[in-house]
């Protein structure tokens, strides 16, 4: 057998592994995928659109839209004021932050505001759906939900208003101030002779809130009910907490957790002396569980109840649990009954 083409197959072997290491790798600039979800953003006046928006190692104010699932804002270094979905901006319907938020390094201000129901008896949107974090230093969190609206009259029907939105639906982790309110529920449609019942109020918390390191404060507040009007029935006031707050570490002497349920909605019959329907009931304060792991006192309060025939009752202070340290340091009143 000839061996002639030896030499060359030995060549060859030789050659790719030098041919190898002189072919070019040229990298491109990161470009977001067209599939990736963006938000668009103002940063100390300059709009960015983007699916990471973020400032500088200073103080930064910016200002968004609403965030959607998939969108990163950071702060980054800095006393950052950010801003999403305010009242003087705020989209109908949307819920204020569903991707994550993060202050970053410095005393932050974050406040995010679902939008409110845009079609008549729509519910409000809740404030946050995703995550959100302070990031360092002592910080101030505020989340509201969305206000519902009032309700559609037809010839047959008289709406119910929408409900008011959840304050938090997400996670939140911060040390310094927090604070979650429901969105008020819509009144029910404008008729002078039918049922037109008032939307409940959003609930402030119904899922993670940590109030991290020392001297945190959380307050979660539920909505209040809408007005019935006519012979219509208030609606019922939000909880103000339904999911788990927990404060690592309080102040002594000083209220800690303060959650508390919203007011019921009246009945406004167009007679100030005369009711034609119930009031709504007051929400109640705790329904699940609050958590204050060292010092720091307790708050938990029903809401009050709605004017009306029958008076709306009020809210109990605490239907969950709340555990403090020491045992048993917190409150927990239950809101007064309205007038009928």
Known sequence: MSNTAAPARRACRLLLPALSVIVPVVMGPAVTPAWAATATCTVDGVTVTGSSIHGDDGPNTIVCWAIPSGVVV??????????VNSDAMARKDTVGNRGEINGGPGDDTITVRGGDGDAEGAAGAAGNTGEIYGGGGTDSVTVTGGRGKQGHKTDLNCGTGGSGGIGN??????????????????EGAYD??????????GDGNNERIIGSGSGSVVEAVGGRGGNGLAYGEGGDGGIGNDGRITVEHGADGIVAVRATGGHGGDNNSFSPSVFNGGGGAGGDGNNRTVEILFAGRGHVQGGNGGNGDPAGAGGKGNDGTVTTTPRGNYDAPGGTPGHN
Do not use: E, F, Q, V
């Open 192 to 201: 002078t002779s039918s049922d037109c019942d008032g939307g409940k109020g």
């Open 74 to 83: 950071n702060g980054l270094g800095g006393d950052d004021t950010i801003t």
């Open 169 to 186: 639906d997400g996670h939140i982790s911060a040390h310094g101030r927090i604070r979650a309110t429901g969105g008020d529920g819509g």
